[in-house]
Structure formats: structure tokens, C-alpha cells
């Protein structure tokens, strides 16, 4: 009750599993899931907004990001290149042609078949951070 998005992924992959386990000639009874939901009645939840950085204040943050961590340089490029974190953290040598960045369809938000990829210039700030953290620091 006091932690709901986590009970409410717990309930989902909780009636996947009995599901699956049904399926595949297990004892299970997926029943048992909505039952359990039940039980517990009903939950009111009220989602609480976690605002946003507002754009003043991001040069005062990236100035912040200065320790040289793995994940200090990750955050300045993301905030440099404006690409998500799944997109920035497998970044590739093989992925940088000249001073572009092409991060595949399977890295970006989206159904795969909707998803192409994505083009993102490299500013000379971008380099450093990208290096700190990539494997571009092994092809250099």
C-alpha cells in the first residue's frame, strides 16, 4: 500500500509467471494473483510529480559533474546530446563516423519496427565525456 507502482509491477509479472507456469504444466493457478489483489482491496494512490531541473540551472549542474566518475561523465553526455540513458550507455567506437554519433534503433524508446536511428552531432565538449566513460577510450 505504501509503495504502489512497485506492488502494481509486482502483481503484473506475479500473474506473468503463474501464467507461464500454468502453460507449462505446473500447479499453478493464476487465479490465485486476482485473489491475492482482492484481499488487499482497493488502493488509492495519488502519483507524486517529480519536477524537472528546470534549464537555468543545468550549467550549474553540469559544473557540478566534475568528480570524473563513470557516471558524472555519462550525465554531462546525456545533457550534451540530449539522448536517453539507454542510448548513451551502450554507446560504441563503431557508432562514431567523424564528429557524428549514430545510436541504433535497439538502444532508443519505441517499438523496434517503428524505431530508426538516431544521428547526433558531437559537440568538442561531448568528446571528453564520451571518452571518460566509452570504449572509444580503448580505440583512441
Not at 17 to 27: A, I, Q
Not at 69 to 74: F, I, K, L, P
Not at 77 to 86: A, D, G, K, S
Not at 121 to 130: E, Q, V
Amino acid at each position: 500500500r505504501t509503495k504502489f507502482p512497485t506492488a502494481e509491477k509486482a502483481l503484473q509479472r506475479t500473474r506473468i509467471v503463474l501464467h507461464e507456469g500454468r502453460l507449462m504444466g505446473f500447479g499453478c493457478d493464476p487465479f490465485s494473483a486476482e485473489a491475492a489483489q482482492r484481499m488487499l482491496g482497493a488502493v488509492i494512490h495519488t502519483p507524486k510529480h517529480i519536477p524537472a531541473t528546470p534549464w537555468q540551472d543545468m550549467p550549474a549542474l553540469y559544473a557540478r559533474l566534475n568528480a570524473g566518475t563513470v557516471g558524472h561523465e555519462c550525465l554531462r553526455f546525456m545533457m550534451l546530446t540530449l539522448v536517453r540513458y539507454m542510448g548513451c550507455a551502450g554507446a560504441r567506437a563503431a557508432e562514431v563516423e567523424g564528429d557524428v554519433w549514430t545510436v541504433p534503433p535497439e538502444r532508443m524508446k519505441g517499438t523496434l519496427k517503428h524505431v530508426r536511428e538516431f544521428r547526433v552531432p558531437l559537440t568538442d565538449l561531448a568528446w571528453p565525456a564520451l571518452i571518460g566513460w566509452s570504449d572509444l577510450s580503448l580505440s583512441a
